[in-house]
DNA sequence: TATGAATGAGTATTCATTCAT
DNA sequence: AATGAATGAATACTCATTCAT
């Protein structure tokens, strides 16, 4: 009960250790620039080892990225299903979640590195879109409709306004992971997000002119 | 008059010409992935032509970044000074000229390339840092202390708010230059700059009931 | 016992086939026109197992020099230490197990080499001169000293006369690796040496008029 | 008389001084390592223009092997020829005209450069060795021979010989070009002359014991 | 003649991938 | 399963040589 099944579990964790290596070494230097000689030591294996798991480095990325960051979306478009408050209430929910499943885990450089990768990788991009992006933006929109049918909300180009909404949330974290070390003040990414989720209850909420139209 | 100058005229364009080609496959697909072969093709000339210019593949990154931005920077710089309007409409205008200069010209690959390289090229994200990102953090935020001042906008927390507006308008442009090929429907960004600012300018302007207190 | 272990005893033996096959080509091409490639196919393995053991080029070149001639010099410190014979007993002791472990084994090629390329490499030529030259050196002057004390050689300078009766031997070596080609006719090297040390012995010895002064 | 008549003494100096720039260069970095371009530089001109007097590197290289030490041979020769005294004073003429065409000019590099090189350029090392060494050789042999008839040296193995006297010469430079710069204190050529010469006339001579046999 | 911009073949080095153990 | 020695294709960079001016 002690030798067997610590080495068993060592081997089922082998993959997610790897990807856990891969998406540090990815993150911080890129795709092209990772070795996966480094990626292998940093999972305390050897680069033969990687092969047993991964069919290639592009299969390593794959994984990455689609182990990532998919079950978390999965989790909020529950959130959202089940959610009886104020739009905005809803809005902040989803942030919250997102935050404590990326935001705060390894995973917040999965942003940074898609944006970076994309265009070398259409078919993994393909799959981030549509599994990551179009649900992400679907939820987002989902709630700004709500406010609106609500009274909640002012009338919103909705698709447009997802999209401003979202951007800054990805800044934040595309910024950590790369031009952030230049300056030694460490922002406070709490704060940060509730200056701009404030700024978002203002400016889509109904102005007191307006209401009057 | 024609044909003499044509070897001159040649020299001194080649780095241009370079660096443009350069800048294309950089941002397209990444400093690492990019092949000096390739840029030189693109550029009309040979491998051993781009090493008269350049010394070496980073110093070709390097000339790529500093000559792009900084020179906007300072047509900024003076377009703040001798604004005299509403401090909104100066975040206007400053968006409108980097938008002319930037956002719609080959340069708009810069903010992605940046992102991606800034791990790999401290020195280099070092000067982006100090000459761009600086320099338009705090255009920005003399605009937004301007419209605190003067009552046009309310209590902000200025050096936060300074990335929240940001953040949109770079987003903008990464998207751009990363997962905007996996949609077929072109976003207009002129729209999209829109209602990012009338967000903006709704977002910080003063409430009823703020204004009343 | 002799299956498992071929892996193994290769990649001990690994180093010394690269550096034998390296000096091959560097003492053959000198150092600049050797290719790296050819340095591989010669040991019979691929360019990138030469990287496995050395890290550039210069290193090879390093190794090679190092590991060559140091041992020998080792060993005639031991002999002169031990030696009771004559004087001039001592000096050709000295040229003959010099002569068997470098001048008949593929090492004599390192005095040509270290010629040709002692100007490219300031630090290796540095390490040769203080462990072979500077000890080389030595050992030769000690046996001059002894021989003028016991009156067995007539009044000299020693430092002078140490290079003087060195460069002989060197330039067997350096002949053999260079212009011997030109002549069809093989020298005899014992021949050589013999005919030098017999103008040694008698350059040396004492005159009858300088013994009656 | 003035400005005409400069030119053309540049014109017709030119491939003087580009081989002259060119001995300099191939003596310190080798062959292989010597770049076309430093050799222009040094003499003064442009690249483009080392190919109005040069079809290529290796005619350079062979024109300053030729150019440098033949007319020596023709001279040291007609000294030879004419040579009234003793065998000894005529190697001493040999020596001296040598020292001063050869030794104490730029052409001192000539040998190394030919060792480190001969390899590479059968060729040319075909020539040097029929133009200097094997005439070289023959004028010491010539010298040997007289001497051993008129009874001033010994018995001896001409041919032999020869190369073990030439030998400290030859070191004298192909040191002073490679390993030298490792010592700080400067030999004295003359000196190291004086003392070879010293060792070979006394080495040569008959002896007491040897003259009543 | 002289220039120097341009070329492209050639080489050192790296690293994803394979495979014998 | 795990290792790590071996491979060789790929790429940054150099430099002899050419040629339009």
Same mark, same amino acid.
């Given at each position: 009960?002690?030798?067997?099944?610590?080495?068993?579990?060592?081997?089922?964790?082998?993959?997610?250790?790897?990807?856990?290596?891969?998406?540090?070494? /990815?993150?911080?230097?890129?795709?092209?620039? #990772?070795?996966?000689?480094?990626?292998?030591i940093r999972a305390g294996v050897s680069k033969g080892t990687l092969y047993l798991y991964f069919?290639?480095?592009?299969?390593? +990325?794959?994984?990455?990225?689609?182990?990532?960051?998919?079950?978390?979306?999965?989790?909020?478009?529950?959130?959202?299903?089940?959610? #009886?408050?104020?739009?905005?209430?809803?809005?902040?929910?989803?942030?919250?979640?997102?935050?404590?499943?990326?935001?705060? #885990?390894? /995973?917040?450089?999965?942003?940074?590195?898609?944006?970076?990768?994309?265009?070398? +990788?259409?078919?993994?991009?393909? +799959?981030?879109?549509?599994?990551?992006?179009?649900?992400?933006?679907?939820?987002?929109? !989902?709630?700004?409709?709500?406010?609106?049918?609500?009274?909640? /909300?002012?009338?919103?180009?909705?698709? #447009? !306004?997802?999209?401003?909404? *979202?951007?800054? *949330?990805?800044?934040?974290?595309?910024?950590?992971f790369s031009l952030a070390g230049c300056e030694s003040v460490e922002a406070d990414p709490a704060?940060?997000?509730?200056?701009?989720?404030?700024?978002?209850?203002?400016?889509?909420?109904?102005?007191?002119?307006?209401?009057?139209?």
């Amino acid at each position: 009960m002690s030798a067997a099944p610590i080495r068993k579990r060592r081997k089922e964790a082998r993959p997610a250790e790897l990807m856990a290596a891969a998406l540090g070494l /990815f993150v911080d230097k890129g795709y092209a620039a #990772t070795r996966l000689e480094d990626v292998a030591i940093r999972a305390g294996v050897s680069k033969g080892t990687l092969y047993l798991y991964f069919d290639s480095k592009e299969a390593l +990325f794959k994984a990455v990225i689609q182990e990532g960051i998919v079950p978390v979306l999965l989790e909020n478009e529950a959130i959202a299903a089940r959610h #009886t408050g104020s739009s905005f209430e809803l809005l902040e929910k989803l942030l919250d979640h997102w935050w404590e499943k990326i935001g705060r #885990t390894a /995973f917040a450089g999965i942003p940074k590195l898609m944006v970076a990768e994309a265009r070398n +990788f259409p078919e993994i991009a393909q +799959f981030y879109y549509e599994n990551v992006i179009r649900r992400g933006r679907a939820l987002v929109g !989902t709630a700004l409709e709500r406010g609106m049918a609500s009274g909640e /909300f002012r009338r919103l180009d909705v698709e #447009t !306004t997802i999209d401003v909404i *979202i951007a800054p *949330i990805l800044m934040l974290l595309i910024w950590r992971f790369s031009l952030a070390g230049c300056e030694s003040v460490e922002a406070d990414p709490a704060h940060y997000l509730a200056v701009h989720m404030d700024l978002v209850r203002q400016g889509l909420g109904k102005r007191e002119a307006e209401s009057q139209v």
